[in-house]
C-alpha cells in the first residue's frame, strides 16, 4: 500500500517526462544524471534515486525503456551502462528483406526479460507512479499504461508484463514488428510506438493523466503544487532547399510527414506547457509568439514546468566543445545512431552542466523526500 498511499497523498507532486528519439534517448541521459546529482546534494542525501523524488515517472518508445527502469528503482549510474548497453544491442544489426520490419525484434525482447522479468504493471517492484505510453493500430488510440490502482483499466491491465508494454512503447513503425498484448483478459490488441501519436513528447499527456478527472490521481495544480520536468532527445532547425521539396518523389514523403507531425506535437507540447505555467527555461516556440514569457492561461501558473533539451546545430556542438563535420552531425540526429553513443552521452553531459541549476527545483517540493527513501530501502 506504500505506492498507493503516495499516489494519494495531499503533498506537492512532481512529475518527470522522457522523449522518444531511438539511440539519441542517450543525450537524455546526461540531463537526468545532472539532476540527480542536484538533488542528491540539494537533500543531503548521496543514495537518492529518481524514483524517490518523482511520483510518476513516464516516457515514450525509447523514454519508455529509461522511465520503466528509473521507475522499479535503477540509479543514474546503472541506468547509463543499462541504456548503452540496450541501444548498442538493439541497432546492432539490420534485417536484409525489404518486406519486413528493418531491425530484428530478439535483442530487444532479451533485454527487456533480462531487465523486468516477469514484472507486472502491479508490480511492488515499481517504487513510484509509472506511465507507459503507447500507440494502438487496430483502433489508432494513444493509450497511456500506467500502475495506478484506481484506474479506470487498472483491473483488466495490471497483470501485463512490463516487457511487453516497454516493447510496444519502442517498436517503432518499419524499424519493428507491432506487438501484439492481451488487454482486458481475452482482448488482444496491435500496439506500436507510442511516438506515432501527439505524445513523443509525453509532457503534456502526463500532466493530462495528473490533473484530469477521468483519471485516477487527482493532483491538485498550482506552480506550488505540481512540477513536471520533461527531457527531450535533441532538437533542431529545418531548412530545406525550396526546389529539391517540390521537386520530390513522392516516396519522399512516407517518411517526411510522420516527422513533420511529431516535430509539430512536440513545439504544441512545449508551448501549451509554457503558456500554462512561467517556466524558468522557457524557449523560444517560434519567431512570432516568442517564449510566452508575458502569456498566462488562466489567472494562476497552473504548475512549475521545468524543459531540458539541447541543440545539435553546428555551432551550438561547437560551443559545448564538440566540434564535428555536418555529416557527423546528421549522423547523430538519427534514431539509430547507437554507434556515437559516446559521443551523445558527452553532449548531453555537457549540455546539462549548461543548463540545470539547483533553483530550478522550488524547496517546496522538498516535503516527504526523506521519508520516501527510507520506505525503500
Partial sequence: MQLYERLKAETPKRILSLDGGGARIILSLGFLEEVERVLRDRLERPDLRLCDYFDLIGGTSAGALVASALATGMGMSEAIDYSLDLAERIFHRKKWKP?????????????????????????????????????????????????????????????????????????????FEPVGVAVGGAEEGAFFDGGVSMANNPSLQLFALATLSGYPFGWATGAERLLLTSIGTGNWGHDANVREVLSGKAWDWAWEVPMMLIDDANMHNQMMLQWMSQSPTSRQIDAEIGDLSGDQLGPEPMLHYLRYDVSLEQDELERLGFSMPEKRIEKIRGLTCASLKDELLGIGRAAARIQIRTAHFPEVFDKGIQARQVQRE
Fill in 99 to 175: 518486406w519486413e520490419a528493418i531491425y530484428d525484434e530478439a535483442p530487444l525482447r532479451s533485454i527487456l526479460q533480462e531487465r523486468f522479468g516477469d514484472m507486472q504493471l502491479s508490480d511492488a517492484a515499481i517504487c513510484t507512479g509509472l506511465c507507459i505510453v503507447t500507440k494502438r493500430a487496430d483502433t489508432r488510440s494513444t493509450w497511456p499504461f500506467h500502475n495506478h490502482p484506481d484506474g479506470r483499466f487498472y483491473a483488466a491491465n495490471k497483470d501485463i508484463h512490463i516487457r511487453d508494454i516497454v516493447h510496444a512503447s519502442a517498436a517503432a513503425p518499419i524499424y
